[in-house]
Each structure stands twice: as C-alpha cells, then as structure tokens.
C-alpha cells in the first residue's frame, strides 16, 4: 500500500500542519495523524518528558472524543452506564470513571464533567470514540427524557502540564486559576478567544490544565501559538505521545488496551476507588460485587522496577524466579525523571500479595525485577 495514501486517510486534529511544520515524528495513532516527538534543539521524548517534569509542557489532544448527555434523564443515564458515583458531582466538577461491560471489564475509562443540572460532558479515548459512543447510544439510548450527542468533532483539547502550567495559563486570562481545585473546571477568555472550558486535569501526574476551544484551525493555532509563547520562560517544549506514555506510566496512571480493557476487570486492574458499588445498580455492578464476594481477584496489576539490566517493553512475559509463566507487562519502559526502567504487569493475586521479585523476559534473557508500589512518582504537594 502506497504509505502515503494511507496517511491521507487518518483523522488530523486542527494542529496537524503545525505539527509537521516543527518537523514532528507523525505515527497512527488510533486511525489520529499524531506527533509522537518533536525535534527541536535538544529536543526528543526524554527532553519533553523532563519539562513537564521541571517546568511546563503543551500538548495537542484534540484527538480524544466528547460526548454530551443532555435533559431530566442525564444523570440517571450516566448513572446507568458509569462504575462511579455522578451524582456527587456538583456543577463545575468532573471526576476519573468508566463504562464496563457485564462481565466488570472495561469498555472504557473516561472522564465525566457535570456542566450544568441535567448536563454533562463524557471525555473518552480517542481510538475507542466511535465505539463508545456506539455502546452508550445502545446501552441508555434508549433511556427516558435525554439527549446524547458525539460532540467530538466540535472541540480542539490542549492540554498544560507540569509545575509552571499554573504561571504560564495565568498570563492569558483573568480567571482565578489558582482557585480551581484539582478535578474542577470553569469558563473564561483565555488568549482572546470566549468561552474556553478550563478543567484543572491532565494524565501526566503533575498539576496543569486542558482547555477546551473550537476545532476551527485558526483559534487552535491561536491558542497553541499563545500558550508556547506564555510559556517561554519557563522553558516550554511542545510535547508529543511518547512523552506523554512516559509520564503516564511513572505517575502509575492506566492506558486502555495495557492496564484496562474488556479482559481486565476494575479489581484486578486496582481502581476499586473509583467504584461505587453502593451505587443504584449499573453495568458490571452484579459481576464485581461476586468478585468481591469470592474474595478479590485472582490477578492484580503490580509495579516493577528492574533489578538487572533490560527494559520491561508492552507484552514481555513474566515469570517467577523459579521459572514458572505467571504474567505479562502491560507497560514498560524507561523513567526519564526516575531514572530507572519501570513497567507494570498483571500477575496472580497471590504473587503480587507476596511481593516477591520476578523474572521478565527481555528478548530471550530472563531480567529479574522487584514489586514497587504504584505510582512510581508523586508530584510535590502544591503550597
């Protein structure tokens, strides 16, 4: 196949032409032209990595999907569908969730954002957007008094991470962000541009912020342009996916199709938190209230560090020191800030229990690796 013809049929964000103007490395990324690194001087994953780290980094996540519950019926609705409690939610607030099959595995995880009474708005993974909505539209479509919509395509969402996020953004608006609490959004002009979401989230473990625009190119260029150059001083580097799985995984956080998916339960998994059981009855409830009744589960994810030289790459096997297969890595690969190689991996219940070391397989070489608790990093607390 004519590779460029293939690259003719991915999605682009409103950014794409300015991610290859900063000569970006483009990959597929769920059926997304994405950047997964940009070249600039001294430059690199490693680099982009270390400035959300240190300073401030921005990056172009208008690829993931917004879905829009509207009318009387919302809130049962995504009550209905989601493994938290929404109810809790007051206007302005948003919380970590997911949408699980019956069986207590994972459709998907998602954010969920109460905008109003009777509104609220679901953020989902990009490349599981149309089947997301697909699987909502079947699953509380059906549902009395509610409308619910795929806005995905309406929004661009750029994302602010890492100490010096909360000096850069303030330089662009007069909206007291210190005052927004940690999973909390408001609105505000931001860079000129009116009625710009601004949620205190982000999936790098640092503090920052996501701010949601129009999808029209000119007001995303705007707000990318006026960002980079709020942030100069802080050293602000453009960030791509590399960067952002990197951080993700030394902030212990979960990636779909890795740590959850539709063979991974939310016990094993380790985001019961996050579960509502007590909750009126939705999705999975029965399946994991059993789990819970049959006394946990039988796999667990765990944190590894390795011992021994070798990286824990996605799918290497994992064994126990005498030798027996008892897992697989879900994710691996080095820490940039941590310096050491770090990965996550679903062993039997008893192994992670014991937290004994394993063995995994680095390319036919058994590397042993000791259990860490999850998250590997945690951000200074905010004074």
Known sequence: MDPSASAATLKKTALNATHRALKAKMVDFGGWDMPVEYPCPGGGLIAEHLAVRTGVGLFDVSHMGEIQFRGPGALAAVQHITMNDASKLQDGQAHYSALLTPEGTFVDDILVHRLGTNDYLLVVNAGT???????????????????????????????????????????????????????????GTVAGIPNVLIARTGYSGEDGFEVYIPADEATTVKMWNALLDAGAEFGIRPCGLGARNTLRLEAGMSLYGHEISEEINVFEAGLARWLKLDKDSFIGRDALTAVQAQGGPRRKIIGLEMIERGIARDGYSVFSLEGQPIGTVTSGSPAPFLKTNIGMALVPAAVADSGSDVLVDVRGNRTRARQVPIPFYKRPKRQ
């Open 129 to 187: 957007t149309e089947k997301d909505f697909s699987w909502i539209r079947k699953n509380a479509g059906a549902m009395p008094s509610i409308h619910i919509s795929d806005y995905s395509s309406y929004y661009s969402q750029l994302a602010l991470q890492g100490p010096r996020a909360l000096e850069t953004l303030t330089k662009l608006t007069k909206v007291d962000l210190a005052a927004i609490k940690n999973y909390w959004f408001t609105w």
